[in-house]
C-alpha cells in the first residue's frame, strides 16, 4: 500500500534547462575520478600511488577512523593524477582508463544465495568490495557506520530536482536487480524499509516493489531530496540513524552483491540553460565531465554543476561528476552588469518574492546563470526563510545560533534537519550563505558531540 | 561611429576601480566608489558556490520599494503642509498653490535630512571599511515626515545625526540596530527641543508674529483637541473644532509633515503588502491592538473622564501618527519581532499602547513613536518567547512522528 506524503514547502524551481526523457550511451570517458569531498567527514588515507595500475574495485583510499570502509577505483587503468588542495586536502585520484575493464572478483552469488546472506556476512561482503560507501545515513549525510543498527532505511527513488535523471526511467527493465536491493537494504535494519518514488510512478520496478512501505512524494523541490523525505516520513530519534541510498546506488549495491564486481554504469542527466543537447547519459561512475559536456553545450564562460543547481558542487569544466550525482547542470556564468537594475521593473528577472513585475505576469521559465543578484549585507528582511524550509527550520535564527556557537540552541532549533537543500539562501535578499552557515553548525556538532 | 554612453560610463568606472582598491590612492574611499558604482550598475560578483543562481531581490530593490511606498505621503503631506499654511493666512487655497507653498517647506527639511545623515553614513562606512547600507534611503526620508513643517532645519541635521549614529551605526549599522532610527532621531528631537514638536504652535507652517491669521485660527491638531474637551460629546467637539472624519482620512488636518494622510499611508501599506516587502501581520496586528484597546478605553470612561477615553477607535486610526507609525515604522524588519507569530504579538502590544498612552496621558497625546519605540526593545523578547514555544513543538512532533 503506498501512502503519499506532499510537502508544502519548497520551491518550485522556474529555471529553463530541463532534460528531454529520454536515455542515450555516451561516449567511454577516458578518465574517472574518485572524490574524498564527495564523503562527508570522510578522512581519506591514501593505499595508492601515482601511475599505479589499478583493477576497477581496487581500494583506492581507506578510512583513518574505520579501516574497514574503503573506497575502490570506480574503473580499471592507471592512476594518472592524485590531485591535491589547500593544506594538500586530497581532491582527486584520477583513473586513466586503459582498454577493457578488469574487475576485482568479490565473488558472484546467484540470487537466492544472495537472498540468503546473514546481515553480518552482507556487512562484510559490501564493506570488502567498497560498495559499503553507498549507503549513506542521517544525521550528518556521511558513509554509514557499520557498527550502528539504523532505525529505518529509505531508498530514494525520486529525481533531486527537475533537472535529475529520474529512476521512475532508469530503473525500467532493472526490476529484478532492484528488488534483490530493496530485500538486501531490508536485512541492514530491524525497522522499515521506505521506498520514495514520484507521485506519479510507473516503472514497475518502482510500482510493484515489495517488501516496503512505499511513499509516494509530490511536491516542489526539495521534495525528491533524502534528507527530506525522512524529515516528513521516518526522522531519526535522538541518537538514533536512519540510513539512505539513492536508487542507483542501491541497484549498484544489488549487482555487486550478485555479481561480486563494483558497478560502475550510471544514467546521468545533462541539462541547465546552457546545455544545448539536454537528455539522460548512460556513462560511468565519476566520469569526466567532458565526456558529456563536449558539443552539447554554449560557447562562453560557462558553470558546470554536479548534482543540483541548488546545492551541487561546482566543478570546473575538466572536473568529474560526484560519486552520488545522477546530474550535471551547465549555466553561464553572470558577470553582466544591469545598468540601474534596481530601478527596472523586472519583467525578467526570477524572485520568489512580488517585488518584480515578473512576480505578477512571470514567465514558466528563466535562463538564470550564476549572478549573484546583488551585494552581501547584514539579516534585514524575515519571514521569507522558514516559507522555503522544506524541514520546518527557521533558518536565520537557526543561523544566529550558530553565529553564536550555541550549540544546545541550534541542536533546539533541528539544525540536523537541514536537508542542505539551499533554498534559504536562494532567497536572502542580503545574500547571506545562511545554509552554508548552517552546515558549519552541523559540522561544529559533529566535531565536538 | 556608435558609442554607448551607458558603455562608456561602465568603462570608465571600471578603470577608475583600481584607484579605489586596496593600495590604491583613494583606498579609504572605497565605500563611497562601491555605493556610486553598484548603484549604478548591478555588481558582477557570482555566486561562489551552492545555490549556484540567486532570487533577483536584494538589499537595493527592497529599499527602493519602501521608499517608492513612502512617497504617497510625502506628496499628500506637502500638499497639506502648503493648505493648512494658506488657509491660516486666508489666502487662495488653489491645488497648485498649496503644492507649490508646501514643496517649500518639505522640500529643504527632506534635502537636510538626506544630507546630514549621508554625511554620518559615509563616515562610518569609510572608517569602518564596509559598504553604504541602502536602508539609510528609508530613514532620511521617513524621519523628516514624522516633524512638524515648522521644524528648524538645524534640529533636522541634529536629530538625523543622533539617529544614525547612535540609534544605527554604534550597534553596527543597519541589520544590528535593535531601534528603528528614524524614531530615535524623532525621539532625540522630542525629548530635546520639546517646544519644537508638541504644543498647538508648531502644525502649521506660518510665523505667527509676521503672518496675518486669520480669526479662529487654532493650530492644534485634532488629537490635542480631543484630549482636551471632557465628557463622551468627544466627536462633537472635533466637529466644532472643524475636523471632520473625511478630513482625518484625506489628511487636510495639522499635523507631522507625513503622518496626516491615512489615505497615503494606505496607499502605501498596499505597496508594501502587495510587493512582501512590509508585514502584513505587522500592520493588520497593530490596528486590531488599537481598535481592541479602543474599545476597553470606551468602556472604562467615567462622564468625568477626558474626552479622548470616548473616542471611537476609528478616530484614532485616522489621527496623530498612527498610520504612518503602523504602516512604516513598526514593520521596519530589522527592528521589529522577526518571527511570525512574534509579529502579530508585537504588532497588537503596539497599537493597544498606543491608545493607552493616548487616553491615560492626555498631556502628551501622541504615543505612537514611544509605542514603537517601546516595542523594539520588547522585540527580542517576544522572539525569544515565540521560539520556545517552536522548540517545544519540534520536540513533540519529532516524539510523535516516529515509527
Ligand atoms: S535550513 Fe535552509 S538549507 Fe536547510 S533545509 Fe531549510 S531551507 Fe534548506
Known amino acids: ?449 | 561611429m556608435n558609442v554607448n554612453p551607458i558603455k562608456l560610463l561602465e568603462e570608465k568606472l571600471e578603470a577608475a576601480r583600481p584607484l579605489f582598491e586596496k593600495g590604491g590612492k583613494f583606498e579609504i574611499f572605497f565605500p563611497l566608489y562601491e555605493a556610486k558604482e553598484t548603484f549604478l550598475f548591478s555588481p558582477a560578483t557570482v555566486t561562489a558556490a551552492g545555490p549556484h543562481v540567486r532570487d533577483a531581490l536584494d538589499m537595493k530593490r527592497l529599499m527602493i520599494l519602501v521608499v517608492v511606498a513612502i512617497l504617497p505621503t510625502f506628496f499628500a503631506g506637502s500638499y497639506n503642509v502648503g493648505l493648512q499654511a494658506l488657509a491660516a493666512q486666508g489666502l487662495p487655497t488653489d491645488p497648485v498653490s498649496c503644492m507649490l507653498k508646501g514643496l517649500m517647506a518639505t522640500v529643504p527639511i527632506v534635502i537636510v535630512s538626506y544630507a546630514a545623515g549621508g554625511i554620518w553614513e559615509v563616515l562610518f562606512a569609510v572608517v569602518r571599511r564596509h559598504e553604504i547600507n541602502e536602508g539609510f534611503l528609508v530613514t532620511g526620508l521617513l524621519f523628516p515626515l514624522t516633524l512638524p513643517p515648522s521644524i528648524p532645519l538645524w534640529m533636522v541635521a541634529l536629530g538625523i545625526s543622533f539617529g544614525v549614529v547612535l540609534g544605527k551605526e554604534v550597534f553596527g549599522g543597519t541589520g544590528m540596530n535593535v531601534l528603528n532610527p528614524a524614531l530615535t532621531a524623532r525621539a532625540f528631537v522630542f525629548f530635546a527641543y520639546p517646544a519644537a514638536i508638541s504644543g498647538d504652535k508648531v502644525w502649521t507652517w506660518v510665523n505667527p508674529a509676521k503672518d496675518k491669521l486669520v480669526d479662529g485660527y487654532s493650530g492644534a491638531t485634532p488629537l490635542l483637541v480631543a484630549a482636551g474637551s471632557k465628557g463622551p460629546q468627544v466627536v462633537a467637539a472635533l466637529t466644532d473644532a472643524g475636523f471632520t472624519m473625511k478630513q482625518a482620512f484625506l489628511g487636510s488636518i495639522p499635523g507631522s509633515i507625513g503622518e496626516t494622510s491615512t489615505l497615503a499611508c494606505l496607499a502605501g501599506a498596499y505597496i508594501l503588502v502587495a510587493t512582501g516587502v512590509g508585514s502584513w501581520r505587522i500592520m493588520v496586528s497593530c490596528v486590531a491592538g488599537a481598535l481592541g484597546m479602543a474599545v476597553v478605553m470606551n468602556a472604562a470612561a467615567g462622564p468625568e473622564s477626558a474626552g479622548i477615553m470616548f473616542l471611537p477607535g476609528v478616530w484614532h486610526l485616522m489621527l496623530g501618527g498612527f498610520m504612518f507609525g503602523t504602516v512604516f515604522m513598526a514593520t521596519d524588519p530589522v527592528s521589529a519581532a522577526r518571527t511570525k507569530r512574534g509579529k502579530v504579538i508585537y504588532g497588537l502590544l503596539i497599537g493597544a499602547l498606543v491608545i493607552l498612552i493616548r487616553t491615560v496621558n492626555p498631556a502628551y497625546p501622541e504615543g505612537m513613536m514611544l509605542a514603537i519605540l517601546f516595542l523594539n526593545i520588547l522585540a527580542p523578547l517576544i522572539d525569544y518567547a515565540v521560539m520556545q514555544g517552536h522548540f517545544a513543538k519540534r520536540k513533540a512532533w519529532r516524539g510523535a512522528s516516529n515509527v
Open chain 1, 1 to 449: 500500500m503506498a501512502s503519499t506524503i506532499s510537502i508544502r514547502r519548497g520551491l518550485d524551481l522556474k529555471i529553463a534547462g530541463r532534460p528531454a526523457y529520454k536515455i542515450v550511451d555516451a561516449p567511454r570517458p577516458a578518465r574517472t575520478a574518485l572524490q574524498p569531498g564527495d564523503f562527508r567527514y570522510f578522512r581519506p588515507r591514501l593505499l595508492v600511488r601515482e601511475g599505479d595500475a589499478v583493477k576497477a574495485g581496487t581500494p583506492l583510499l581507506e578510512s583513518k577512523d574505520d579501516a574497514r570502509v574503503v573506497l575502490v577505483s570506480p574503473a580499471s587503468g592507471t592512476i594518472e593524477q592524485i590531485h591535491r588542495g589547500e593544506r594538500r586536502k586530497l581532491l582527486e585520484i584520477v583513473v586513466a582508463l586503459a582498454g577493457e575493464d578488469a574487475f576485482e572478483e568479490f565473488g558472484a552469488l546467484d540470487d537466492s544465495d544472495a537472498r540468503a546472506l546473514t546481515r553480518e556476512a552482507l556487512v562484510e561482503k559490501l564493506l570488502k568490495g567498497g560498495a559499503w560507501s553507498l549507503i549513506r545515513r542521517r544525521p550528518f549525510a556521511c558513509i554509514a557506520n557499520p557498527d550502528e543498527r539504523p532505525q529505518s532505511v529509505l531508498i530514494c527513488a525520486t529525481p533531486q530536482d527537475a533537472f535529475d535523471a529520474d529512476p521512475d526511467l532508469v530503473l525500467r527493465g532493472e526490476e529484478k536487480d532492484f528488488q534483490l536491493g530493496l530485500d538486501l537494504a531490508a536485512k541492514l535494519t530491524d525497522g522499515p524499509v521506505f521506498l520514495a518514488v514520484p507521485a506519479n510512478a510507473v516503472s514497475p520496478a518502482l510500482t510493484a516493489a515489495t517488501g516496503v512501505r512505499t511513499l509516494r512524494f509530490s511536491g516542489p523541490y526539495p521534495a525528491g531530496d533524502p534528507a527530506v523525505q525522512i524529515y516528513h516520513a521516518c526522522p531519526p530519534k535522538a541518537k538514533e540513524s536512519v540510513w539512505y541510498l539513492r536508487a542507483q546506488d542501491l541497484l549498484a549495491l544489488a549487482r555487486f552483491v550478485r555479481t561480486g564486481r563494483v558497478s560502475p554504469e550510471r544514467v546521468v542527466a545533462l541539462g541547465g540553460p546552457a546545455a544545448t543537447e539536454r537528455q539522460l547519459f548512460r556513462t560511468r561512475l565519476g566520469a569526466s565531465a567532458q565526456s558529456l559536456t563536449e558539443g552539447r553545450c554554449e560557447p562562453g564562460e560557462l558553470r558546470l554543476v554536479s548534482g543540483s543547481v541548488m546545492n551541487g558542487r561546482k566543478i570546473p569544466r575538466t572536473g568529474f561528476i560526484g560519486f552520488y550525482d545522477t546530474a550535471l547542470f551547465a549555466l553561464k556564468e553572470g558577470r553582466e552588469r544591469e545598468f540601474l537594475s534596481f530601478f527596472r521593473p523586472g519583467l525578467d528577472k526570477y524572485t520568489v518574492s512580488s517585488t518584480c513585475l515578473s512576480s505578477f505576469l512571470g514567465k514558466a521559465e528563466y535562463a538564470l546563470d550564476t549572478n549573484l543578484q546583488g551585494s552581501l549585507r547584514n539579516f534585514v528582511q524575515s519571514g521569507i526563510y522558514e516559507d522555503v524550509c522544506p524541514v520546518g527550520i527557521w533558518p536565520d535564527q537557526t543561523a544566529k545560533a550558530v553565529m553564536a556557537g550555541d550549540i544546545e540552541e541550534m541542536e533546539k532549533h533541528g539544525i540536523l534537519d537541514c536537508a542542505d537543500c539551499g533554498l534559504c539562501t536562494f532567497v536572502c535578499p542580503s545574500k547571506i550563505e545562511v545554509g552554508a552557515i548552517l552546515r558549519r553548525g552541523i559540522d561544529l556538532i559533529r566535531k565536538e558531540g
